[in-house]
């Protein structure tokens, strides 16, 4: 028998498909879901093959390096220690004599006694023309006296404490008069005709000679007054 209209539109509506209500989306949801897991793995795998820092490949410094720094302070001091015992020495000698140089005359005011006729005296074995120390080096005496001599060096001090050689003070008439019995000054002009360094002092007719320890003004005294 050959089937009705009705029996027949019965299958059809059996295997119709499913209402479009019906979820048929969990299978493309969870075919999604592996996607996004890869999406948020991706900046993991980058952060682990972001290459690491370079080790610090600095060494530290030789030990010998601290020595050069010690010996190159070390020299620095030196020198400025030289430096400042120079000015020293300049301050305390040199500038006593500012101003005198060979060939010139200057002015002096010396400080005396009457008896350093007697008591003064140099010992050298230089000679400046006539002009030279009483004694010899080894302490023998040389010639005549200083009052008898015009040539012969005695050490004088200046009122200012500068020390000099010079000869020819005692033949000034100024000083052929009587003499004050305490300490006087006499001003004099002082011709400078060189500088002796080895040279020894004596400052007593009974004293010893004792070297000095700078060099010291040769010269000549002339026109001398006792200032009133």
Known sequence: MSPSPDDAATPANTASPA???????PAEAGAAIPAVAESSAAPVAEIDAAPAAPPDER???????????????L????AL?????????????????EGWHLGSTKMLEITLIRDDK????????????????GYTRDGKPFGPKPDEDPHILQPFNTVKNELFLAAGLWQAPVLKEPLPADRFTVVCNYYVVGVLKAVALRWSPTGSFNPVDQ??????LSDCVIPQ
């Open 215 to 220: 060099s010291v003004a040769v010269g000549t």
């Open 59 to 73: 060494e530290p410094l030789p030990h010998n390096v601290l020595l050069y720094t010690v010996f190159g302070l």
């Open 81 to 97: 220690w030289l430096i400042l015992a120079w000015s020293g020495y300049k301050e305390k000698y040199s500038q006593q004599t």
């Open 75 to 78: 020299c620095i001091g030196v």
């Open 118 to 133: 007697k008591n003064l005296a140099c010992a050298s074995d230089r000679v400046y023309g006539e002009i030279r120390c």
């Open 19 to 25: 209402a479009p209500d019906q979820p048929s989306a």
